[in-house]
């Protein structure tokens, strides 16, 4: 059985080639060439969603960014998706507000087929490996903060908080190495499998995201502390 993929993007062409270059690895690609449409198959595919979707940065009818942010506020599951944005070569400030609203990675334009169905597994792996792996008992409590890898779920003082998919596995990779200083390299290659892009800082936009979810004053965070020219560090005891 073929694994579904959604793909929001204005470019017949492209989508057409993506499309084809994916069906032969085992996947299916369900395209929709605006921002209006393809959020209105999320909204209406109940319980058959895509494992994943992949989201052109600039569309003709929405931009791409508000696409992203409402697909995360959605009422549904959908709003969990794993979302892959696409975005032009040159625009860091762009990628940068994608994360912050929720993508969990980008691609930038043009790109090699190969390095996009590099990405989508190492972005479905991570999110299988952890729901499958690990039982539903597997949770990782610290003061108020709950993990739960089975559920991939977190709440403090048993409130939820909103993460990605891949904010919540960068949480899990720090927090089972609590107590033990990470570098950025390090933190990304537990997560996401490659080596960190020359100057890539998104890691630390994804930092400042489970911040804001999870510290309860994100000016004097105590959960994950900054370690000034190495990384970052999960605090082992908290309150």
Do not use: W
Request: charged fraction near 30%.
């Amino acid at each position: 059985m073929s694994t579904p993929i959604l793909m929001i993007e204005d470019d017949e062409r492209l989508a057409s080639m993506v499309s084809e270059y994916l069906a032969q690895s085992g996947f299916s690609v369900s395209h929709h060439a605006d921002g209006h449409s393809g959020l209105a198959a999320l909204e209406q595919a109940g319980s058959q969603l895509p494992e994943l979707v992949i989201l052109d940065l600039m569309l003709p009818d929405i931009d791409g960014l508000d696409v992203c942010r409402q697909i995360r506020t959605l009422p549904t599951a959908a709003k969990h998706l794993p979302i892959l944005m696409l975005t032009a070569k040159g625009d860091p400030m762009d990628r940068v507000i994608g994360l912050e609203l929720g993508a969990d990675d980008y691609l930038p334009k043009p790109f090699e087929p190969r390095e996009l169905l590099a990405r989508i597994r190492a972005i479905l792996r991570r999110r299988h490996s952890h729901s499958e792996a690990n039982p539903p008992e597997d949770v990782l409590r610290f003061g108020s903060l709950e993990i739960d890898r089975n559920a991939r779920t977190v709440t403090v003082n048993d409130k939820p908080a909103d993460l990605t998919s891949y904010q919540f596995d960068l949480l899990v990779a720090l927090a089972e190495r609590a107590g033990r200083v990470l570098t950025r390299d390090q933190i990304m290659e537990a997560v996401r499998g490659r080596e960190l892009e020359a100057f890539d800082r998104s890691i630390d936009v994804h930092m400042g995201r489970i911040r804001a979810a999870i510290e309860t004053d994100i000016k004097n965070p105590r959960r994950i502390l900054t370690v000034r020219g190495v990384g970052y560090v999960f605090a082992r005891q908290q309150d």
